[in-house]
């Protein structure tokens, strides 16, 4: 028999509520299912290959414990329910053992991954991977990248994950493990569903899910610890004082931040030449550069790629990557009514020379610009390959 002191279960002699049963009854029997398609991912290879080769007996595998959890809580949850209105049935000890199976569950599952990542078998990124340009790697991959960069960061990760999972196996820190693992996984329920890593998206939904659930059951506890407690400190009885200063730190925050999109702090950001442009031809003194004379320049001189973005202006010797001891930095304006292009060049003491082109055609993609850069008469044609996306706004006025 298992204990019945759980402070969310109450010995009631009336009905409670039909949902309670339901999400009880659901959790409980998705719980089973999805702890039983975990382990058996210990079955030989070819048995999971046939499973997984059929489309249907996959999202069979899948999505089983949704479907199961669904049929089983609302059928469960309406027989408890007419059994319960006819006090012939053991209501307390049903949640205690639903809610114990949906707690030891949630433990296997977020326990596992913990120990994944202990063992280095997640946020692995292969080494084929890494020659991968940034720009190719898929949301999945882009997500390995950046956190199997740091190796403590994955352990401490784990830490959280094992640790609050252990305490899932005990009723009195049941909460405390719900407050620690929540929010690991509703930020990880957010990165699978925005980097699209739809494979276990719906597993980290279940378990954040499951956890949301643990913790609303003691709803009326966190609301009055949260909501209600009282600070016994003397208070400023000016309302009206704290209300202003409560809002003037709001304000003042947003502030501090705007006023880099403002003329206060930055020039007026183009817009029309924002993107990557791919160098097709340089042209210097009338003698056009070769597509090879990148190799042999050791001064940047022959572009390939230029960058401009967000008023900054960044030439690119090599063609294929971007390496900035193969690059020069400048910050530019343009002048759309001038069609004048200018730029400052940057170097160890600041500004050290400006340049001025100007904007020949621009058609769509193409452009053309012929200007001054030190002593020499430049021509560049170019393509844009790439648009630039930002979300930052500029306040002009």
């Given at each position: 028999?298992?204990?019945?002191?759980?402070?969310?279960?109450?010995n009631?002699?009336?009905?409670s509520?039909?949902?309670?049963k339901?999400?009880d009854?659901?959790?409980?029997?998705?719980?089973?299912?999805?702890?039983?398609?975990?382990l058996?991912?210990?079955?030989?290879?070819?048995?999971?290959n046939?499973i997984h080769?059929s489309?249907?007996?996959s999202?069979?595998?899948?999505h089983?414990?949704?479907?199961?959890?669904l049929l089983?809580?609302f059928?469960?949850?309406?027989?408890?329910?007419w059994?319960?209105?006819?006090?012939?049935?053991?209501?307390?000890?049903?949640?205690?053992?639903?809610?114990?199976?949906l707690?030891?569950?949630?433990?296997?599952?977020?326990?596992?991954?913990?120990?994944?990542?202990l063992?280095?078998?997640?946020?692995?990124?292969g080494?084929?991977?890494?020659?991968v340009?940034?720009?190719?790697?898929?949301?999945?991959?882009?997500?390995?990248?950046y956190?199997?960069y740091?190796?403590?960061?994955?352990?401490?990760?784990?830490?959280f994950?094992?640790?609050?999972?252990?305490?899932?196996?005990f009723?009195?820190?049941t909460?405390?493990?719900?407050?620690?693992?929540?929010?690991?996984?509703?930020?990880?329920?957010?990165?699978?569903?925005?980097?699209?890593i739809?494979?276990?998206?719906?597993?980290?939904?279940f378990m954040?899910?499951?956890?949301?659930?643990?913790?609303?059951?003691?709803?009326?506890?966190?609301?009055q610890?949260?909501?209600?407690?009282i600070?016994?400190?003397?208070?400023?009885p000016?309302?009206a004082?704290?209300?202003?200063?409560?809002?003037?730190?709001?304000?003042?925050?947003?502030?501090?931040?705007?006023?880099?999109v403002?003329p206060?702090?930055?020039?007026?950001?183009?817009t029309?030449?924002?993107?990557?442009?791919?160098?097709?031809?340089?042209?210097?003194n009338g003698?056009?550069f070769?597509?090879?004379?990148?190799?042999?320049?050791?001064?940047?001189?022959?572009?390939?790629?230029l960058?401009?973005?967000?008023?900054?202006?960044?030439?690119s010797?090599?063609?294929y990557?971007?390496?900035?001891?193969k690059?020069?930095?400048?910050?530019?304006?343009?002048?759309?009514?001038?069609k004048?292009?200018?730029?400052?060049?940057?170097?160890e003491?600041?500004?050290?020379e400006?340049?001025?082109?100007t904007?020949?055609?621009?058609?769509?993609?193409?452009?053309?610009?012929?200007?001054?850069?030190?002593?020499d008469?430049?021509?560049?044609?170019?393509t844009r390959?790439s648009?630039?996306?930002?979300?930052?706004?500029y306040?002009?006025?």
């Amino acid at each position: 028999m298992l204990p019945t002191n759980d402070p969310s279960v109450k010995n009631q002699h009336h009905q409670s509520p039909w949902h309670l049963k339901f999400f009880d009854s659901f959790f409980a029997a998705a719980s089973v299912i999805i702890t039983l398609n975990y382990l058996m991912t210990s079955l030989p290879e070819e048995f999971l290959n046939e499973i997984h080769s059929s489309r249907v007996i996959s999202l069979f595998y899948r999505h089983s414990f949704w479907m199961f959890g669904l049929l089983f809580g609302f059928g469960y949850s309406v027989y408890w329910h007419w059994k319960e209105g006819q006090e012939v049935f053991p209501s307390t000890q049903r949640k205690v053992y639903f809610r114990t199976i949906l707690r030891y569950s949630l433990c296997f599952l977020i326990a596992k991954y913990g120990f994944l990542k202990l063992l280095g078998m997640q946020f692995y990124l292969g080494i084929n991977w890494r020659d991968v340009p940034l720009e190719k790697l898929s949301g999945f991959f882009l997500t390995w990248y950046y956190f199997g960069y740091a190796r403590s960061l994955v352990v401490i990760i784990a830490f959280f994950e094992i640790t609050g999972s252990v305490l899932l196996l005990f009723r009195r820190t049941t909460l405390l493990g719900v407050f620690i693992l929540l929010p690991l996984m509703v930020n990880i329920t957010l990165i699978d569903y925005f980097y699209e890593i739809r494979g276990v998206l719906i597993y980290a939904l279940f378990m954040t899910s499951g956890l949301i659930y643990l913790l609303l059951l003691h709803w009326e506890k966190l609301t009055q610890l949260f909501l209600y407690t009282i600070d016994h400190l003397p208070r400023n009885p000016n309302r009206a004082l704290n209300n202003s200063l409560r809002l003037g730190i709001i304000i003042l925050a947003f502030l501090t931040q705007a006023q880099w999109v403002t003329p206060l702090r930055k020039d007026r950001i183009d817009t029309l030449l924002q993107g990557k442009w791919k160098v097709e031809q340089q042209t210097v003194n009338g003698i056009p550069f070769g597509p090879h004379d990148w190799e042999k320049d050791t001064t940047v001189s022959v572009w390939s790629n230029l960058y401009l973005e967000d008023g900054w202006f960044t030439a690119s010797g090599h063609p294929y990557y971007f390496d900035q001891n193969k690059a020069k930095f400048a910050q530019y304006t343009y002048n759309v009514e001038e069609k004048a292009l200018e730029l400052k060049f940057w170097g160890e003491k600041g500004i050290e020379e400006v340049s001025k082109f100007t904007v020949v055609t621009l058609s769509g993609d193409k452009m053309q610009v012929d200007g001054i850069l030190k002593d020499d008469t430049v021509t560049l044609s170019l393509t844009r390959v790439s648009q630039v996306k930002s979300y930052r706004p500029y306040i002009h006025w």
